[in-house]
Nanobody
């Protein structure tokens, strides 16, 4: 079982920045596609960003495009989500997910492994 551990969440004022990290000890991490999803209270979980195994291809939800950046460091078995210009509507639990196939996907169903989530709260 692949374990994914998110960190970096917290409380920030609107307009601020946070960087989320998702780390694993899994040696085949460099072959996985990785995604970030989020779930706000009372809402369904939604796609935020994804990156393919090499890091050369990325995809973003329209709501975060231009503000969030996904990246990965395969030497450190870690994927990042840099979040800038945060808004109160970005408040949610953020989850990272891993896809063994290595591609980019916006669909939750594709992902094989999930982290426990990290809370991000943006105050107005």
């Amino acid at each position: 079982q692949v374990q994914l551990v998110e960190s970096g969440g917290g409380l920030v004022q609107a307009g601020g920045s946070l960087r989320l990290s998702c780390a694993t000890s899994e040696r085949t991490f460099s072959s996985y596609g990785m995604g970030w999803f989020r779930q706000a209270p009372g809402k369904e979980r939604e796609f935020v960003a994804a990156i393919n195994w090499s890091g050369r291809s990325t995809s973003y939800a329209d709501s975060v495009k231009g503000r969030f950046t996904i990246s990965r460091d395969n030497a450190k078995n870690t994927v990042y989500l840099q979040m800038n210009s945060l808004k109160p509507e970005d408040t949610a639990v953020y989850y990272c997910a891993a896809d063994q196939a290595g591609y980019i996907s916006r669909s939750e169903r594709v992902y094989d492994y999930w982290g426990q989530g990290t809370q991000v709260t943006v105050s107005s």
